[in-house]
């Protein structure tokens, strides 16, 4: 293959996971302030099979063809000119340009040097693609939005998740009281990770056994409104509720502020120094990564129905050179 090629999974029309195929593509080149990254692995979101349906980011990108993923992890090979924080042979990982195109399903990717930082040095490429976009959407909602402090009640719901098992982690490092619900076979799991109060939503309501929350996080949005709408009755009055990715429905809005409440929807943003202090809690051993599986390159599609399945432990993650 030439030096100027790369191979990427592609999708030239919104579909299901069949529409993913592994092609030859220009290889991109960095320009000013850039660094060009050989990927090692890519970490794969459920934003990524809604925007391959048509739903997710699709907008934003435009349509087909495109390259999907966000989350990488790899090597710099080259750096444009100005770059001065990173170097050809620093191991980086990042959520480039999120949530325009990044093309994290290649060989190489290019964005801006600071939207990359330093691997964490204890985990490997695979693991560290699953960290970028769940860890920082949890971080920016836990710090940024809701301002965590200690002593208060935060509801992860979806815990088990990609996001959520971040969100229990980061809220229990500053000193809240988590409560989460998830499956029960993942209880003791995340009952480690530093959840005080698990509930098994297929066997109770949470709002049944719950109470006094001070932030809600519902990462199920969209495919759940009903939550978003159930967790204000465990909410304080002044709680917030942070609704992903969907957004907060306008009658949950509406009953909110009724009672006192406070709403918000989140997208994630790029944030390569967040992410060097998240390296830096996994390197100390206060956050831990969960990947369930590994899948080639070529497989992508199989993931994605991996994905698409639910009930995934952590994240999945694309392997994509040596």
Same mark, same amino acid.
């Not at 092609?23 to 000013?32: D, N, Y």
């Not at 009281?177 to 297929?202: F, K, Q």
């Given at each position: ?36 990254? %050989? ?35 790899? =090597? ?15 191991? &980086? ?20 040097? %600071? ?22 959407? /949890? ?5 940024? *939005? ?13 815990? /088990? ?5 971040? *969100? ?46 001070? =932030? ?13 709408? %159930? ?10 509720? &942070? ?5 907060? *429905?306008?009658?949950?809005?509406? *009953? ?22 998240? /390296? ?6 206060? &956050? ?11 497989? /992508? ?11 995934? %432990? ?9």
């Amino acid at each position: 293959m030439a030096r100027s090629m790369m191979r990427a999974v592609v999708q030239d029309a919104l579909g299901g996971p069949e529409v993913l195929r592994v092609a030859e593509v220009p290889r991109p080149e960095p320009l000013p302030t850039e660094v060009l990254v %050989r990927v090692r692995a890519a970490g794969i979101n459920p934003v990524d099979w809604k925007t391959r349906q048509g739903g997710g980011m699709a907008g934003v990108l435009g349509d087909p063809p495109f390259t999907l993923g966000w989350d990488v992890s790899g =090597v710099v090979e080259e750096v444009g000119f100005g770059v001065t924080t990173l170097a050809p042979g620093d191991e &980086v990982y990042g959520m480039p340009w999120f949530p325009r195109q990044a093309g994290g399903y290649a060989e190489f990717v290019t964005a801006p040097s %600071r939207q990359f930082a330093r691997k964490p040095g204890t985990l490997s490429h695979e693991e560290a693609a699953a960290v970028p976009l769940a860890a920082l959407t /949890a971080w920016q909602i836990i710090v940024d *939005a809701a301002r965590v402090t200690a002593g208060q009640r935060v509801l992860v719901h979806a815990a /088990a998740g990609g996001v959520g098992h971040f *969100a229990v982690q980061f809220a229990r490092h500053l000193g809240a009281r988590v409560v989460g619900t998830a499956r029960e076979s993942r209880h003791e799991w995340l009952g480690r990770l530093g959840a005080a109060e698990l509930v098994d939503y297929t066997e109770r309501r949470f709002e049944d056994v719950v109470e006094d929350i001070d =932030v809600v996080i519902d990462l199920l949005g969209e495919d759940h409104a009903a939550t978003s709408s %159930r967790s204000l009755k465990v909410l304080k009055k002044g709680g917030l509720l &942070v609704a992903v990715p969907g957004g907060v *429905a306008p009658e949950v809005r509406q *009953a909110a502020e009724a009672a006192g409440m406070r709403t918000t929807g989140f997208l994630v943003e790029p944030d390569g120094a967040a992410l060097t202090t998240i /390296a830096g809690l996994i390197d100390k051993g206060e &956050v831990a990564v969960e990947v369930e599986e590994v899948f080639p390159l070529g497989e /992508a599609a199989r993931a994605h129905r991996k994905g698409e399945d639910g009930h995934t %432990r952590g994240k999945l993650v694309l392997r994509v050179g040596a």
